[in-house]
């Protein structure tokens, strides 16, 4: 096959040359998951052949979109939000999107409507609002949107266009696992105010206790995620006297907890088993290993945007919603101590 003279390849040339339709070359080009192999390298041999790029402002003007998503963050150094972050933005560039990122610096619905008032005018599509605080749903809910939001949630508000990891389910998990260890309860060392994930780890906890007839000791509070926090936490655990099983409400809080269980001299999981959330890379290196709750928080933002997608009627193929918590065992935990 010869180009015309001075014209760049189309689509429809290479789905000629590849023997496919224009659909399957647009699918490949955008990075659908589901293309046969075969079919995948003869587009792609195709696309080399012809030396042909893709026309994003003729596919914006065909389409009614700007093939452009602003995405709103807060609190970008907490593991929830930042993991998010690169899902999102990476499931974006595979459908042919860019992103443009604005970062909050409160939850406020001032700083909300600024955000989003920032983001119409760069004439996004739609926006994946990555702030999961218990202030943001409520004040996401009092405006009124110029483009459709979809947002990331710990929990969940409720709110029709979110996705939200079931971390009710996750603090249950945890906790049922210490339990059947022969724990007679869990402590709980709790996350910072404001957070849908310290509301929503403090519920599983108490429902899962409830379930099994055990006390509820009263949670310690933390005034951060960091392990300075987790240290001050695990320092009044062994202060307590009592305590066999901490559930701590993240792994950066659980390794300050082991540093002062030790100092208390108190062994994990010998003397104090240790169960932590999120299952950050650095859990498995812990001593001992860390049992934690895995929290997917790269296909949680990946979700978010194929709904934000969904929203907006693009065709997305497969499931869109997040994978369900999975308890990750390591040596942090065992049975209580014989004494």
Avoid at 151 to 157: A, D, K, L, V
Avoid at 278 to 290: C, N
Wanted: glycine fraction near 10%; proline fraction near 7%.
């Amino acid at each position: 096959m010869v180009e015309e003279a001075g014209r760049p390849a189309r689509m429809a040339d290479v789905a000629r040359l590849a023997g496919v339709s224009v659909q399957t070359v647009s699918r490949v080009v955008n990075g659908y998951p589901h293309v046969r192999a075969p079919v995948r390298q003869r587009v792609n041999e195709a696309i080399a052949q012809l030396r042909y790029r893709p026309n994003t402002v003729a596919r914006a003007l065909a389409t009614s979109r700007s093939m452009h998503l602003g995405v709103i963050t807060y609190a970008l150094s907490v593991t929830s939000p930042s993991r998010a972050l690169f899902g999102v933005s990476e499931e974006a560039r595979s459908f042919g999107y860019s992103t443009d990122l604005v970062t909050l610096d409160d939850v406020s619905t001032g700083s909300l409507r600024a955000a989003l008032a920032i983001l119409a005018e760069d004439a996004v599509d739609g926006v994946v609002l990555l702030a999961p605080m218990v202030g943001a749903a409520r004040a996401l809910g009092g405006l009124e949107l110029p483009m459709p939001v979809v947002s990331f949630e710990q929990g969940g508000s409720g709110a029709h266009h979110a996705v939200a990891l079931d971390e009710v389910y996750a603090a249950q998990l945890a906790t049922r696992y210490l339990l059947e260890l022969g724990h007679r309860t869990v402590h709980l060392v709790r996350g910072p105010d404001a957070w849908m994930a310290t509301e929503a780890r403090e519920t599983g906890w108490r429902r899962e206790l409830a379930l099994a007839g055990r006390p509820a000791p009263e949670p310690v509070r933390c005034a951060d995620w960091g392990v300075a926090s987790g240290y001050r936490a695990g320092l009044e655990l062994a202060g307590r006297g009592d305590v066999t099983a901490a559930l701590v409400s993240n792994d950066a809080m659980s390794l300050g907890v082991y540093k002062a269980l030790a100092e208390s001299g108190l062994r994990v999981p010998d003397d104090v088993s240790v169960v932590g959330f999120d299952d950050v890379p650095e859990a498995a290196y812990y001593m001992p290993p860390l049992t934690t709750v895995r929290l997917d928080f790269v296909a949680a933002g990946r979700s978010a945007l194929r709904r934000l997608l969904q929203v907006l009627g693009v065709d997305v193929p497969g499931a869109v919603g997040p994978p369900l918590p999975e308890l990750v065992v390591r040596e942090s935990a065992g049975p209580p101590p014989s004494r």
